[in-house]
């Protein structure tokens, strides 16, 4: 958060997509059964045709759903979780970002960058992304890049920008579905792009606000279910204007949190000071009340806090908010082309998915 009260890409991409990834890993962890992962068979053949010795490098591995026993694979995330519960063979696993790989220059022959991309929030990130998987690639080698595409076969979402549920009452837990009738007459995908949230994030250098006028159904969502939700707002509340200049704007309404907050939180200036300053905050409540009594009152509230959000989820009552930049038809290709080593090769449309294979070629060649 900045001074200015704008919420910067960095921390949607904290919230929105490494905390929440990291509390949902937490939730599907499979104790007794093995994890079966959905794995795309053109990523699969992508793997399969690589050179026997080759590096190959899963950006944002997850699961760590593609393996060879012919190729060396190497597989980082940000999640943590993830990663610990990916214990699998032929493959190396590293805890890592992909705006920073620690992968020295030209060393691989292979990167998978699947379902990764979309979850950086500025086309700058999007692209520093791009240019360190090419930083890894040798020169002839080559990178397969897929994103969630803004344009899905029953429909378009409402923004390019998005929050998009994660409703735990659709997800397998142990395998198993629950026994009970959602929406019977949608499809997942149109349930999904109905209750996706648009946001307007700046694109800028300087931290600006991040929306103008957004979301007037999150105001009477927070209003009917203060603490948590089982229904997802839809979207034909949304209203995209703008405040136009030397106008009083209107209060900023606040984005739903990724993960629900069960409990409710103090408006006084003591928790104020705490979120703006924490040291600052634990000295002046130390005028109050003993450290070992805060301590406790923090650490108590933390700990309720989870459980009840574990409970729910166990529940599933719970709705989670993850973020995604959908891009439309020739985006995801030509910011691949905007990287001087990259070429595209091809450009397709898959189950909702746009695919981009690009190769790495020598920064002295002009391409055609």
């Known amino acids: ?36 992962p959905r794995i795309w068979p053109r990523v699969r053949q992508f793997v399969d045709q690589q050179p026997i010795g080759s590096i190959i490098l899963d950006v944002g591995c997850g699961e760590a759903k593609y393996t060879s026993i012919k190729c060396h694979v190497i597989g980082f995330d940000t999640c943590a979780e993830v990663l610990s519960s990916s214990k699998k063979e032929n ?13 020295r220059d030209g060393s ?10 979309h979850h950086l929030a500025t086309t700058a990130r999007r692209r520093q992304v791009l240019q ?46 629950p026994k009970i009738k959602f929406h019977l007459n949608t499809t997942k995908e149109q349930r999904v792009i109905a209750a996706s949230i648009p946001v307007n994030i700046s694109d800028g250098l300087s931290a600006k606000r991040w929306f103008s006028g957004v979301l007037s159904r999150v105001t009477s969502l927070t209003d ?6 089982k229904r997802c707002p839809s979207s034909p509340g949304y ?20 993960a629900p907050q069960f409990l409710p939180t103090t408006s006084s200036l003591l928790s104020g000071i705490k979120r703006w ?12 009340v003993p450290v070992e009594e805060q301590f406790a009152e923090e650490l108590s509230q933390i700990i309720m806090r989870e459980s009840i959000t574990e409970a729910m989820a166990t529940l599933r009552e719970v709705t989670f908010y993850r973020y995604y930049h959908v891009f439309k038809e020739g985006e995801l290709a030509d910011l ?24 790495k070629i020598a920064t002295n060649i002009i391409r055609p």
């Open 224 to 229: 009917q279910l203060p603490y948590f939700s």
């Open 108 to 117: 691989v022959d292979a990167i998978l960058n699947v379902s990764v991309i």
């Open 132 to 177: 360190e998987c090419s930083r890894c690639l040798r020169v002839g080698g080559q990178i397969m890049i897929y994103a969630w595409a803004f344009e899905q076969p029953n429909g378009k979402f409402a923004a390019q920008d998005i929050l998009v549920p994660w409703n735990m009452h659709e997800t397998a837990i142990g395998g198993r579905l």
């Open 277 to 288: 300053s924490p040291m600052l905050g634990r000295r002046l409540a130390t005028l109050i």
């Open 336 to 359: 691949t082309d905007s990287v001087d080593s990259l070429k595209v090769v091809s450009n397709s449309l898959e189950h909702g998915n746009w695919c981009v294979i690009a190769e």
């Open 91 to 103: 493959i190396d696993l590293c805890l890592a970002d992909a705006v920073n790989i620690p992968i």
């Open 239 to 258: 209203s995209n204007q703008s405040t136009p200049t030397g106008s009083v704007s209107s209060p900023i309404q606040k984005l739903p949190s990724a």
């Open 1 to 36: 958060m900045s001074s200015n009260g704008s919420i910067t890409s960095e921390s949607v991409e904290q919230e929105y997509v490494h905390s929440i990834y990291s509390r949902l890993a937490t939730y599907q962890q499979k104790e007794h059964k093995p994890s079966s």
